[in-house]
């Protein structure tokens, strides 16, 4: 089969590879989407590469199942059915999954993360997101749409953690495809969402997409605007950039009782400054989260359904797996939003 393989930092070719065959407990899907996370392009520069090379990235994935193997009889899994695939191979048992917090489980692997991902035309589902219903079919829903279940259902797990609710002020810093999707989902709970970005394509789509203040801080001050709109400060800040910088920029932005998540994944080493007399007399909750349950993730596919034209909005461009360096290279220079990669039948 074909698939785009990682050799090492900022080398990613596509190379024939054996097709991979469903062992116990698991199922291949052949893959019709793929979606490019800045994860996948953090990692391919660098930060991050696997242990083991060659590897095979991509965890935003959809497609239909085409090998069912021994031991998955109970999972309601069939030939030719059409699925989303939750990325993580939690094992279910430990602290953290008896929590219901699979992505900190203690024995974790998963696609493009110790397992081979989904640029490639076929992928070998792990025997434990079989287990864990990770593998859901999706019924008519298109295959691109398919593909954002993942990266909204990491939108959903912070506003989750950061308590969204109705009537919230929820400033968004950094408007790329995920913190379109933190607007969509903060817009959807009822909070009036603020976005700031100093890229003024990417703060119209947020505009589009119901926020309510779109703000470029090279033309206006955050702080002072949301303090105007507030008199307190934002309820939930969310950090959707990867420099520390930045985020520590923006920590003033949150009220006193708030709370400011870093979701953005920083380059190792790098640190921000916190005062902790800020955080202890204003009783800030400073948190952050960087993936999702499987439990949220099938809570994102219904809500990918009841907001299916917020959520392609999102998606810029789509392009074949032989495009797949090209569409690295949009995500490096930050042109467009969201790609996603598409497979023929």
């Not at 589902?125 to 593909?147: K, S, W």
């Not at 308590?163 to 790329?176: E, L, M």
């Not at 002072?224 to 400060?233: A, D, F, H, L, P």
Request: hydrophobic fraction near 40%.
């Amino acid at each position: 089969m074909k698939a785009a393989v990682v050799y090492r930092k900022n080398d990613i070719r596509i190379a024939e590879v054996p097709r991979p065959r469903a062992g116990s407990g698991e199922v291949v899907v052949k893959v019709r989407a793929s979606g490019i996370c800045a994860t996948d392009v953090k990692i391919l520069s660098g930060a991050g590469i696997p242990a083991d090379l060659p590897a095979i990235l991509g965890h935003e994935v959809a497609g239909t199942v085409v090998e069912v193997g021994p031991g998955t009889e109970d999972c309601g899994l069939h030939f030719g059915q059409r699925v989303a695939v939750y990325p993580i191979a939690a094992c279910g048992e430990c602290l953290y999954c008896r929590q219901g917090r699979n992505s900190l489980c203690l024995h974790e692997h998963g696609l493009g993360h110790g397992d081979d991902g989904g640029f490639a035309e076929y992928v070998r589902i792990p025997a434990e997101v079989v287990r864990l219903g990770g593998v859901i079919d999706i019924g008519d829903m298109p295959f691109d749409l398919a593909a954002m279940i993942e990266p909204t259902s990491c939108c959903i797990a912070a506003a989750d953690q950061c308590r969204t609710k109705a009537g919230d002020t929820v400033v968004v810093v950094g408007v790329g495809p995920l913190g379109l999707l933190h607007t969509v989902v903060s817009t959807a709970l009822g909070a009036s969402v603020v976005c700031v970005d100093v890229n003024e394509d990417r703060l119209a789509t947020a505009r589009s997409l119901g926020a309510k203040r779109a703000i470029n801080p090279e033309n206006e001050d955050a702080q002072e605007v949301v303090r105007e709109m507030t008199c307190v400060g934002a309820d939930v800040v969310i950090a959707a950039v990867g420099f520390p910088q930045v985020m520590e920029n923006y920590l003033p932005l949150v009220r006193n009782g708030g709370v400011f998540n870093i979701f953005g994944g920083t380059p190792r080493g790098e640190t921000m400054t916190v005062d902790p007399r800020w955080i202890h007399y204003g009783e800030i909750v400073l948190t952050g989260t960087f993936a999702s349950s499987v439990n949220q993730f099938h809570k994102a596919f219904s809500f990918v359904q009841e907001h299916s034209k917020d959520i392609e909005a999102v998606i810029s461009s789509r392009c074949g797996l032989d495009d797949i360096l090209a569409a690295v290279r949009r995500v490096q220079k930050g042109e467009g939003t969201k790609s996603v990669i598409l497979f023929p039948e």
